[in-house]
């Protein structure tokens, strides 16, 4: 009975140990519901590239493009939602928590067969828990062809 109640113990010990292992830095949180409205957590993005022209593609090409933001302000960043403006472009980002002074990235994947052939002008809205830019716009250009 007492080496029973000692491994018991045992495994007890390494359960809490390695649950105290875990990152703790805060890059693995989620958006919380109220990003967007607890003033308190507001943050400050800078986007480093925000419009984007990806020159000429032909007609059934699919077209990537990446922008990159910087947390510039003091609490992590969250972005909540990224929303093309068309069903023409697939929009993705970083999903978890940008800290203080940390990149993420947003990127579009644009489907040049749901259109005509020539100049192409879309945007993508994005959302964010930031007092400079709650949303903003992205945008990007180019040509279409044949």
């Known amino acids: 009975m007492r080496k029973i109640c000692l491994a018991g113990i045992c495994l007890f010990t390494l359960a809490v140990g390695f649950t ?7 890059s693995n949180l989620k958006a919380p519901a109220n990003a967007q409205t607890d003033t308190a957590n507001f943050t400050t993005i800078h986007w480093i590239d ?6 000429t593609a032909k007609m059934g090409d699919k077209v990537k ?3 990159s933001f910087e947390n510039t302000g003091s609490k ?21 928590a ?8 947003v990127t579009a994947e ?5 259109g005509a ?8 809205v994005v959302s964010s828990n930031t007092s400079n830019d ?13």
Do not use: W
Not at 20 to 26: I, N, R
């Open 98 to 105: 940008v800290m203080p002074g940390k990149k993420g990235n």
């Open 110 to 114: 644009f489907d040049t067969n749901h």
């Open 20 to 26: 105290a292992c875990q990152d703790s830095t805060g």
């Open 117 to 124: 052939p020539g100049s192409v002008r879309k945007s993508i």
């Open 65 to 67: 493009i990446a922008y």
């Open 50 to 55: 925000s419009l984007k022209d990806f020159g």
């Open 76 to 96: 992590p960043l969250f972005i909540t939602e990224v929303r093309p403006t068309c069903g023409c472009t697939v929009a993705d980002y970083t999903k978890t």
């Open 134 to 146: 709650a949303h903003f716009v992205l945008g990007f250009t180019g040509k279409v062809t044949k």
